[in-house]
C-alpha cells in the first residue's frame, strides 16, 4: 500500500463543474503539498498546508490532520485546468530533512 | 528570478554512456533533491543534499551519482545508461523551515530515453 494515495486516477467533467481529488495519507507528517503538472510541462507548486483551508482564486485546498485527509477542489473548472494533481507530504522527521513522498497524481480533463 | 533550472529538456542515450543532469537554483536554497517520475508511479526520490558538500542517497539511488560543491548546483551523473533509466527526471530545491512553512520548487524535468 503507497504511504499516500489519490482518487480518483482520472477525472473528466465539463467546464464548470466544481471538482474535487482527494488524497489519503497514512503517516505523520508535517505538511502537504498540492502540485500541478501540464503536459510535457515542469511541476508548480499550488498550495502547502499543514492545517485547515488555502484558497487561491478558483482553487482551495483542505486538510484534515486527524483524518490524515486533503482535498483539493477547483470551482468553475475550465480547459485550462486540465492537468496532473500530484499531492505530497512531507514526512515529520527528527532530523529537519525534507523529503517527500508522492501520489500517483489525479489526471484531469475538462471538455468545453 | 529563474528559480530552479534543469538541462537538457530531453536526451536519448545508448546503454552504457553517461551523462550529467545539470540542476541549478538562485533561490540560495540549502535543500535540493532530485526525482524521477515513471509512469503511473509517484516521483521517486534519487538523490538529495542538504547543503553544499553534503549528500544523501533517497529511495532509487542505484545507478547515479551527485555532487554539491555549491550552494545553487546539483548536478546527477548517469554513468553507464541502461533501459530502466528511461525516466522523466526533476530537479526540485526547497528552504528548510522547522515550521513547515516551506514551498518546494521544481524544475521543468528532463525527459530521458535510453536505448
Known amino acids: 500500500k503507497n504511504e499516500v494515495e489519490q482518487s480518483p486516477q482520472n477525472l473528466t467533467a465539463q467546464e464548470g463543474e466544481f471538482i474535487t481529488i482527494n488524497c489519503s495519507y497514512s503517516v505523520g507528517i508535517s505538511a502537504l503539498h498540492w502540485l500541478q503538472q501540464h503536459p510535457g510541462g515542469g511541476i508548480v507548486s499550488l498550495f502547502m498546508l499543514s492545517s485547515g483551508k488555502k484558497k487561491h482564486g478558483r482553487l482551495i485546498a483542505t486538510i484534515n490532520i486527524q483524518e490524515k485527509h486533503s482535498s483539493l477542489h477547483i470551482t468553475a473548472s475550465h480547459p485550462r485546468d486540465s492537468a496532473v494533481y500530484i499531492c505530497?507530504?512531507?514526512?515529520?522527521?527528527?532530523?529537519?530533512?525534507?523529503?517527500?513522498?508522492f501520489g500517483t497524481g489525479t489526471r484531469l480533463t475538462i471538455i468545453p | 528570478n529563474a528559480g530552479v533550472t534543469q538541462t537538457p529538456k530531453f536526451r536519448i542515450l545508448k546503454i552504457g554512456q553517461s551523462m550529467t543532469l545539470q540542476c541549478t537554483q538562485d533561490m540560495n536554497h540549502n535543500y535540493m533533491y532530485w526525482y524521477r517520475q515513471d509512469p503511473g508511479m509517484g516521483l521517486k526520490l534519487i538523490y538529495y543534499s542538504v547543503g553544499a558538500g553534503i549528500t544523501d542517497k533517497g529511495e532509487v539511488p542505484n545507478g547515479y551519482n551527485v555532487s554539491r560543491s555549491t550552494t545553487e548546483d546539483f548536478p546527477l551523473r548517469l554513468e553507464l545508461a541502461a533501459p530502466s533509466q528511461t525516466s522523466v527526471y526533476f530537479c526540485?530545491?526547497?528552504?528548510?523551515?522547522?515550521?513547515?512553512?516551506?514551498?518546494?520548487?521544481f524544475g521543468q524535468g528532463t525527459r530521458l530515453t535510453v536505448v
Open positions: 526540485a530545491s526547497s528552504y528548510p523551515s522547522v515550521s513547515a512553512n516551506t514551498e518546494a520548487f
Open positions: 505530497a507530504v512531507r514526512e515529520r522527521s527528527n532530523f529537519g530533512n525534507e523529503k517527500l513522498t
